[in-house]
C-alpha cells in the first residue's frame, strides 16, 4: 500500500513543482494560497477572534514574510489584504497592523529554519487542549503516523501571550528539524515547504488532538500502532510533498466557490 500511495504521490510531483516566470510570479503564487490556506482555517472554525496567523517567505526577500492583517476575518482573506513584514517587525508592504504574536513567533522560525517557507498556528479548540497536558501526540491511527517522531514540545512561556522573541526563540530551538510543535498551554504550530502543506499539517495535527483526547476520555487506554507501521507509515505520508497534496481538494473547492479570494 506504501508503495503504491508513493508511486501516486510521484506522478503529482510534476505539478507541485511550479516553474515560474519571475519572482513577481513566485510572490503572487504565494499569496494566493496564503489567502486560500487562511480561508481554508476560517472555514474550518480553526480561527477564533483576533488569535491566528499564517505565514509565507517572500521568494525574492528572505528576510521577509507575508501574513494576514491583524484582526482581518480568515474567512474573508484576500490576495490583496496581505502585509509583508520583515524580520525586525515592520510592515514593508502593506497599510493595516500586523498581530505582535505573529511577528515574534513567525519572524524566530524562518530565521531558524531556512528551509521552512510556510508557517500557520491558531488558537483551534483540540490544539489548545491537548497542549494543556504536556504529553506527546501518540499513534493511536493511521493518521497519526504522518506525525510520527515529528512534533516537538515546548513550555517556554508557557500559557503566556508570545510577544516576547526570547520565548520564540526557545520555542523554534524546541521545534528543531520537525515539522510541528505543540506549545504548553497555547496551541499548535505547524510548517512546511509550501502553504499548502504547513495548512494541511495543522489541520491534520488538530484532528489528531481531537482523536486522541476523544480516547483518552473513554476511560479505555488506546492501543498503540507498532513502531515499525508507523515508520513505514511516516514514509509514506508524513514528508513535505504528501502535505502539498492533501491539501489540493480544499484548494479546489475555494477556486469553485469563492473565486473572489484571488483579488
Not at 507541485?16 to 499569496?31: I, N, Q
Request: hydrophobic residues 45%; proline residues 4%; glycine residues 8%.
Amino acid at each position: 500500500m506504501a508503495d503504491s500511495l508513493e508511486a501516486g504521490l510521484s506522478a503529482v510531483l510534476e505539478t507541485a513543482t511550479t516553474e515560474f516566470e519571475d519572482v513577481e510570479a513566485e510572490r503572487l503564487h504565494r499569496k494566493q494560497r496564503l489567502a486560500a490556506g487562511l480561508r481554508t482555517m476560517g472555514r474550518l472554525r480553526l480561527a477564533e477572534g483576533v488569535a491566528g496567523h499564517v505565514t509565507v517567505r517572500d521568494p525574492e526577500f528572505p528576510d521577509r514574510f507575508w501574513v494576514n492583517p491583524f484582526g482581518h476575518n480568515f474567512k474573508l482573506m484576500k490576495v490583496s489584504d496581505l502585509i509583508c513584514v520583515n524580520h525586525e517587525g515592520e510592515v514593508v508592504i502593506g497599510e493595516r497592523p500586523v498581530n505582535a504574536a505573529a511577528f515574534a513567533i513567525h519572524s524566530e522560525l524562518h530565521k531558524a529554519r531556512p528551509d521552512i517557507v510556510a508557517a500557520a498556528h491558531s488558537h483551534s479548540m483540540y490544539g489548545r487542549t491537548f497542549s494543556s497536558l504536556g504529553v506527546p501526540l501518540k499513534m493511536i491511527s493511521q493518521d497519526d503516523t504522518q506525525f510520527y517522531n515529528d512534533v516537538a514540545l515546548c513550555d517556554a512561556g508557557s500559557g503566556a501571550v508570545v510577544v516576547d522573541t526570547g520565548v520564540s526563540r526557545q520555542m523554534a530551538a524546541a521545534l528543531g528539524n520537525r515539522k510541528a510543535l505543540i506549545h504548553q498551554n497555547h496551541g499548535l504550530i505547524t510548517s512546511g515547504g509550501s502553504v499548502d502543506a504547513a495548512v494541511w499539517w495543522f489541520v491534520a495535527l488538530e484532528r489528531c488532538c481531537q482523536s486522541q483526547l476523544l480516547a483518552m476520555s473513554s476511560g479505555v487506554a488506546p492501543i498503540e500502532i507498532p513502531e515499525q507501521l508507523c515508520v513505514e507509515g511516516f514514509e509514506a505520508q508524513g514528508h513535505d510533498l504528501a502535505g502539498w497534496f492533501q491539501f489540493q481538494p480544499l484548494w479546489d473547492e475555494l477556486v469553485a466557490r469563492e473565486p473572489e479570494f484571488l483579488n
